[in-house]
């Protein structure tokens, strides 16, 4: 009987918990700042200037660090 209970009070935890999620979601809605706004339309402008090159592995291995670090 206990192991029912505690099921259902855990259903009802989670269900609480979702309906909350949900009207956070609703109910607070992000806007962009003016910084964000500016860095979007500089990053366009660069892409249209430089023209868009999606890195392959090899130019993402070449970029990052993949040796480690000694001791």
Do not use: P, R
């Amino acid at each position: 009987m206990t192991v029912i209970i505690t099921i259902a009070v855990l259903i009802c935890i989670a269900l609480c918990g979702w309906a909350i999620a949900e009207m956070k979601g609703n109910h607070c809605v992000y806007e962009h700042s003016e910084e964000e706004t500016a860095v979007e339309q500089q990053a366009a402008e660069n892409i249209k200037k430089n023209g868009f090159h999606e890195l392959g592995i090899k130019d993402v291995i070449a970029t990052i660090s993949t040796k480690g670090f000694k001791a």
